[in-house]
């Protein structure tokens, strides 16, 4: 009997129609779109504007758009994980709502949270679920709203987060597809570089977090930045190393979508041309847990079976990455 293998089987996504423009926040903060383009790649990013409507929202309406396109139905899906960093309520478990709402009801269901690397790290999760032989149907989200924590007068932020969604199916497989392998880390030094202060047990909301602005995001972005390239730059070639594979043998590398010099400096560190490096950065900016999952959603008509996929991510916590996966299906 082969090896049962978690491999993705259908994506779907969903980004809100606001379209917040470099243009605009010309008006915002004191910057301008070539600074922006420049030092980020970003040209506009996507605004859930909303007051009413949360992270929630986002991931229920790109795992809609993922049963719809692969005409599953929810009652069959074992497992359904959130991967967000702004989950709607503290305690309330955001996928179990999630999980409701799209009618998974035979499904269990929780959130997981590393910074912009959740995505990534719940990848290995699911395929974990599949491979166990206890579940066939896991159902991947990464949606975050970063707009509900970034400071629009903090031009060191503001510039960089939107709010997007992406979804993913994973299933047994039995042809070797799949997940093939991943090397995962975290380093705890990190996590005064780049997180939101208050809001959490160590310092609950009060006058004095809200008056001094700690409930939102903040970064050391010149430190994240060194971070970022060197680590998932290493953790790519560790990947490629331990599985004894070059270049030549990639034909995709989705990175998480936090900076185009971070993926250029990433790629030319793997030595891949630009063709098989995927990027929508310019369109949405950083989503968080939701970048990856958002480049499979645009890229996916482009995908083989048996195409070698290398995901790479870095996050707050520090959390970083990378995962070797075997594309599944061509698409229809």
Known sequence: MNKITAA????????????????????LVDTNDEWITTRTGIKERRILKDDAKGTSYL???????????????????DLVLVATATADMLV?????????????TNAFSYDLQSACSS?????????????????KKVLL??????SSIVDYTDRATCIIFGDGAGAVLFEPNNEGLGLQDEYLRTDGEGREFLKMTAGGSLFPASFETVRDNQHNIMQDGKTVFKYAVTNMADACETILKNNNLTNNDVQWLVPHQANKRIIDAIANRMNLEDSKVLMNIERYGNTTSATLPLVLSDFEHLFKK?????????????SWGSIYLKWAYDKK
Do not use: C, H, W
Not at 60 to 73: F, G, M, R, V, W
Not at 94 to 104: K, L, N, P, Q, S
């Open 306 to 318: 048996g195409d070698t996929i290398i995901f790479a991510a870095f996050g707050g916590g520090f």
């Open 141 to 146: 989200i990464g949606a975050d709203k970063m």
């Open 92 to 104: 309330a478990s955001t996928g179990a709502y999630v999980a409701t709402e799209i009618g998974a």
């Open 59 to 77: 991931a229920i309406k790109a795992a809609q758009d993922l049963i719809n396109k692969s005409n599953i139905d929810p009652l069959e899906i």
């Open 119 to 135: 995505f990534l790290f719940g990848m290995s999760t699911a395929a974990a679920y599949i491979e166990s032989g206890r579940y």
């Open 8 to 27: 993705i089987t259908a994506v779907g996504a969903y980004v809100p129609d606001y379209v917040l423009t470099n243009s605009i926040l010309e008006t």
